[in-house]
């Protein structure tokens, strides 16, 4: 029996899967001392929480990151829907591209010090991996090219900001 890619387990399972490799990709980097110049600015609001202020901030970098994400998706559906017929996009593949990418980043993150890694060029590993299982699944590059057109924006920005 085949597995379908469409169905609501993909999605759900991708979903769960995405949340907990972002929120364990985020938690590693605050341990690694790279975002504690971050954290000492924001080290006067941790009197008012109970909580320290990594979980929170780890917490409202998932949920941010998270909802950037289903921003570019549903900007990518609308450009679909703008240029062609079709708006049969499968969300689950564009969270199986970003786990694998952050499965990459987490494991980079282990083996080398993460502040020698530049993980904004994995954004654009991302993209990749979205144009390919895209083309793959529909067989129509225009389609595919338009559709990333959002993440490859995000991921020409995240490279300007690293600068």
């Known amino acids: ?15 769960i899967i995405y949340l907990f490799l972002l929120y364990l990709f985020i938690d590693l980097l605050m341990k690694s001392g790279i975002l504690d110049e971050q954290i000492d600015k924001l080290s006067e609001l941790s009197n008012l929480f109970t909580i320290k202020i990594e979980t929170i901030l780890t917490v409202i970098s998932v949920v941010f990151t998270f909802i950037a994400t289903l921003i570019e998706y ?24 970003k786990n694998i990418t952050l499965s990459f980043s987490i494991l980079l993150c282990y083996l080398f010090n993460p502040s020698d890694i530049k993980f904004a060029y994995f954004s654009v590993l991302t993209v990749l991996l979205i144009g390919i ?10 389609l595919t090219v338009v559709f990333s057109v959002p993440f490859l924006f995000n991921a020409i920005m995240s490279i300007i900001n690293s600068f």
């Open 133 to 142: 299982t895209n083309y793959a699944r529909f067989k129509n590059l225009r």
């Open 74 to 97: 549903g900007f990518s559906l609308f450009l679909i829907t703008l240029f062609f017929d079709k708006n049969k996009r499968n969300f689950g593949d564009i969270l199986l591209s």
């Open 1 to 15: 029996m085949k597995f379908q890619t469409n169905n609501s387990l993909y999605k759900l399972m991708n979903l």
